[in-house]
C-alpha cells in the first residue's frame, strides 16, 4: 500500500481518470457511428439543422426508429436538439467529431512513423540487390 501512496499521486490518478473518460467517450462516439442510417444522418446535418421528419425522409423506417437513432446520436454528443413548440430541430455537435478526428489522426502518425522506422530497418539490413544490366 506504501508502494501505491508514494508512486500514485493525485495528478497521476487524475490523468489516468481523465483518460480512462476519454476513451469511454470516443467510444460511444464511434458505437453511434457504426451504424449507416446514423452516418446518414450525421451527413444530412452538415447541410444545417433538419426537425426529424425532414432526417426521415430518405429512410424506410418509422419516424420512431429514426427517434431512436437521433437519441444515440445526441447522448454520444454528436447531435444536438432544441424544441419549438411541437417540432424539435436536430443540429450537428462538431466538437465531437474534431475530436475523432484528432485521435484519427494521432493513430495514423504513429502508424507512419512505424513504418517508416520498418523500412529503414529493412532497406539496412537487405542485401544489395544487382545492378543494372547484372544477372542475379
Same mark, same amino acid.
Given at each position: +500500500? /506504501?508502494?501505491?501512496?508514494?508512486h500514485l499521486t493525485y495528478p497521476k490518478v487524475a490523468r489516468?481518470?481523465?483518460?480512462?473518460?476519454d476513451h469511454e467517450v470516443t467510444d460511444q +462516439?464511434?458505437? @453511434?457511428?457504426?451504424? /449507416?442510417?446514423?452516418?446518414r444522418m450525421v451527413e444530412q446535418l452538415t447541410h444545417g439543422p433538419a426537425s426529424a421528419t425532414e432526417l426521415s425522409r430518405p429512410f424506410e423506417m418509422t419516424l420512431? @426508429?429514426? +427517434?431512436q437513432h437521433l437519441a444515440v446520436l445526441e447522448r454520444a454528443g454528436l447531435v444536438g436538439s432544441e424544441k419549438i413548440g411541437r417540432v424539435r430541430t436536430y443540429r450537428l455537435v462538431t466538437a465531437p467529431l474534431r475530436e475523432i478526428e484528432g485521435w484519427l489522426h494521432r493513430q495514423r502518425t504513429g502508424w507512419d512513423n512505424r513504418l517508416d522506422l520498418l523500412e529503414a530497418t529493412l532497406t539496412a539490413k537487405s542485401p544489395p540487390g544487382?545492378?543494372?544490366g547484372e544477372q542475379p
Open positions: +500500500m /506504501a508502494y501505491l501512496s508514494k489516468i481518470v481523465k483518460d480512462v473518460l +462516439m464511434f458505437q @453511434a457511428l457504426s451504424d /449507416a442510417s446514423r452516418r420512431s @426508429a429514426v +427517434m544487382p545492378t543494372e
